[in-house]
């Protein structure tokens, strides 16, 4: 089994809604976004899939999430902008771009801070 991962970032404000304490007010994050895929197999030139293409399709997603409040954008002026709904937003979102391809999404991490992460993987 091959793995690779992409990681990208965006800077965003957010606030968590029935949240009791300081992160119920507006504040802001460097959001680091990485991503796994694994394929079983490498394609004609040795590659499990195109970092570039991954990387391109990364940002395809979270770039309506940069320099925004977070909380005034689909999903997330309904559904709770923590780290958690952002990575399954992610792994969602990305997983039907990779509908086609011969790898799969394994694993989507959010980090606010260099101590906090939260990551979705899928039953």
Not at 8 to 13: G, K, L, P, V
Not at 33 to 53: H, N, P
């Amino acid at each position: 089994m091959y793995q690779i991962t992409v990681e990208q970032h965006f800077d965003a404000a957010h606030f968590l809604r029935g949240y009791h304490g300081k992160c119920e007010a507006t504040h802001g994050h460097r959001f680091l976004v990485i991503v796994t895929l694994q394929a079983k197999t490498l394609d004609e030139i040795g590659m499990a899939y195109d970092f570039t293409v991954l990387k391109r399709q990364v940002s395809e997603i979270i770039g309506r999430f940069d320099h925004v409040c977070l909380n005034d954008v689909p999903p997330f002026d309904k559904v709770n902008p923590s780290s958690e709904n952002i990575a399954s937003v992610v792994f969602n979102e990305l997983q039907i771009k990779l509908a086609d391809a011969s790898a799969t999404i394994t694993r989507t991490e959010v980090w606010e801070t260099p101590q906090n992460r939260a990551a979705y993987i899928p039953d």
